[in-house]
């Protein structure tokens, strides 16, 4: 912070700058890229530019995204991570077009996540890492075309059944959260399919074959079982990846 308290004064963005950062990306896109400029202010100037189909104001200084957001109407890709913004406007709810959504590495809390977003029927990819969500939304619940949420390094202490449940959801990254213990291996032991019904034979009773394969079922049940004692976080994200909320350069591992 600067001398005497007052916040350091960002980059002024002029409409001319702003058509300069407008990129074509490969699949024939608009994109318009103002970041890592040092921008504190939201630039008002870029309301003229609404036809872009993506918006990238990552790694700034940003603490507030006006109303006035809704007014890119077109936006399917908005990146907003790493600046200092608390809270979305309830008017992202009208950017219906929106497939993808990142606002990790900021200071956002539950509260600060407007009930709108439950109008982004569309949205395939939400990052919310970093930030300070001691609860997850249950608008997002509500947003069945969702495919990848993020929700690692918060507050959280349970995912609602209604996340984990979703119908196209592909990857779920809740690493570095403080879930209780006993919860995380009851979470992945429950997820374990088990029969209606259950009948007991003695050994005698079986053929040669039905004996060892239920030799193999236990065998088998008894690793699912160890695996679950030792780490029973990594068995269920194992093959998650980190998302570019942790401030990559490329962007592209998120998209």
């Avoid at 074509?24 to 003229?48: A, H, Q, V």
């Avoid at 600060?112 to 001691?134: A, C, M, S, W, Y």
Wanted: a positive charge; charged letters at 30%; hydrophobic letters at 35%.
């Amino acid at each position: 912070m600067a001398k005497g308290g007052k916040r350091p004064k960002g980059k002024k963005i002029t409409l001319s700058v702003a058509k300069n950062c407008i990129k074509i990306t490969f699949d024939g896109k608009k994109r318009l890229d103002l970041s890592k400029m040092g921008i504190t202010t939201f630039p008002k100037c870029i309301l003229r530019l609404s036809d872009v189909d993506e918006l990238n104001l990552s790694r700034n200084m940003i603490r507030k995204i006006p109303d006035s957001i809704s007014k890119f109407q077109n936006l399917r890709w908005l990146d907003l991570h790493s600046n200092y913004i608390d809270k979305l406007p309830k008017s992202i709810g009208q950017m219906t077009s929106l497939i993808y959504l990142n606002v990790s590495n900021n200071r956002l809390t539950t509260d600060g996540l407007p009930v709108e977003l439950n109008q982004l029927k569309n949205i395939r990819t939400v990052n919310f890492g970093l930030n300070h969500l001691d609860r997850v939304p249950t608008t997002l619940g509500a947003l069945k075309e969702l495919q990848e949420v993020g929700l690692h390094d918060n507050l959280l202490s349970t995912i609602p059944n209604s996340i984990s449940k979703l119908p196209k959801l592909k990857k779920l990254n809740t690493e570095r959260n403080p879930f209780p213990k006993a919860e995380e291996s009851d979470t992945f032991i429950d997820s374990i399919k088990r029969p209606d019904n259950l009948y007991l034979v003695e050994e005698k009773d079986l053929c040669g074959p039905c004996l060892r394969k239920c030799q193999q079922a236990q065998d088998k049940l008894n690793k699912i079982k160890s695996m679950a004692t030792v780490e029973p976080r990594r068995a269920i994200f194992s093959s998650l990846v980190s998302p570019n909320a942790m401030a990559k350069e490329s962007q592209e591992d998120w998209r």
